[in-house]
């Protein structure tokens, strides 16, 4: 298992949750649950904001805000739930079999996302998002145990770059000149970067994997 954290750009593809949120700056959403419902999900929302009064309103207002209850509500605090249709962000998720771990934080436009599943099931959402013209920014891919980070963006860039394009495809497909080529660096820069990820990765997975069964060691 590893955790993956990321940013979506949910203003840029006119996400109605996102936009709301550039209505509000400095405002923080806190995603606290949510749960696919046909062609739709409920959601369990706290706003931390100096202008809840406006904010209720705003949901009130909005087509796709259906069944809202709201459960608290003070002068810096909101706390709602209600129904809406799945938006092609949730869609990615959904698709991809992953569950995220919750809070999920909004704040002006983009989501900011962690999920614990396995790398297959983390690579499947990241190609889902792109799929779906979403964009987003990887930020960490760590192990499940909270250690410390096991590639950098620009490390995690290169090999998914190199996997997309058949770098470790069998016979090869791509070379780390064109690697570079697409990623916009030296050769020499983009050799130094693949070597140090996936010396990550093995070590990683070598340290993470039980000891094979060996008969007949010599002590």
Known sequence: MAR?????????????????????????????????????????????????????DRFGDNPEVQSLDVVYADERSVLVQFDTPVTRIYDALRRSKTVSRYPTILRDGRFHVTLVATRERLSEYVGELAAAGVPHRVSSLTGADGGSDLLTERQWQIVTEAVDRGYYASPRRCTVTELAAALGVQKSAASRLLHRAESRIVGEFVAAAPPPDVVGRVP
């Open 4 to 56: 993956l954290r990321l940013s979506i750009d949910g203003a840029a593809v006119d996400d109605w949750f996102a936009v709301l949120s550039t209505e509000f700056p400095g405002a923080e959403f806190r995603l606290l649950g949510t749960q696919a419902e046909g062609d739709g999900a409920r959601v369990i929302l706290q706003v931390t904001a100096p202008e809840g009064e406006r904010l209720l």
